[in-house]
């Protein structure tokens, strides 16, 4: 004889499991929460990374901007890195929101970048003060897509730069 409740649960989790089967292009928008909980190091193939900020406020031109460096503790004797990150988005967490950088240049494999992976962001400055204490964080991808959160050890105050050109 047929157990009825055992049918029912075997096409419950089969129904789970195709509603769990598709992808996505990219990874989905997080939360300030779930940016707030992200790690300030990863340990990826024995190498420990760490994430260094520099939020700057240029007030002439109503811009804000986060410079933002993944480093690693290795020595200069052991080699690189099998699994090169690149930078694919900065957060920055302030006390009236969460700023996503509308614009992204990532310079991880440039001379420039003396870091594991280099990036900037840059945004409108709406809301952002000069001295203010934010907390940065980034999303970084390897080579086969794979999506890692990195967040700033330390918050960060909001540096006021003059507009060079």
């Known amino acids: 004889m047929r157990n009825p409740g055992l049918a029912r649960t075997g096409v419950l989790l089969c129904g789970l499991g195709l509603a769990g089967c598709g992808s996505l292009g990219s990874a989905p928008t997080p939360l ?7 790690p300030t190091t990863l340990n990826l193939g024995g190498r420990v990374l760490s994430l260094t900020a520099a939020p700057q406020l240029v007030r002439e031109a109503d811009r ?13 004797s052991t080699p690189a890195m099998s699994t090169p ?5 900065i957060y920055v967490f302030t006390g009236s929101g969460l700023w996503q950088s ?9 001379s420039a970048c003396p870091a594991h992976a280099c990036a900037w962001g840059s945004g409108g400055a709406n809301g952002f003060t000069a001295g203010e204490d934010v907390r940065v964080i980034a999303q970084l991808q390897d080579a086969s897509g794979k999506t890692y959160w990195l967040r700033d050890a330390r918050s960060q105050n909001i540096v006021a730069k003059p507009l060079t050109r």
Do not use: C, I, Q, Y
């Open 64 to 76: 804000f901007r986060v410079r933002v460096r993944v480093e690693t503790s290795e020595k200069a």
């Open 32 to 38: 300030a929460g779930d940016l707030l909980g992200a």
């Open 85 to 89: 990150l690149k930078v694919t988005g």
């Open 102 to 110: 509308p614009r992204l240049n990532d310079f991880s494999r440039a």
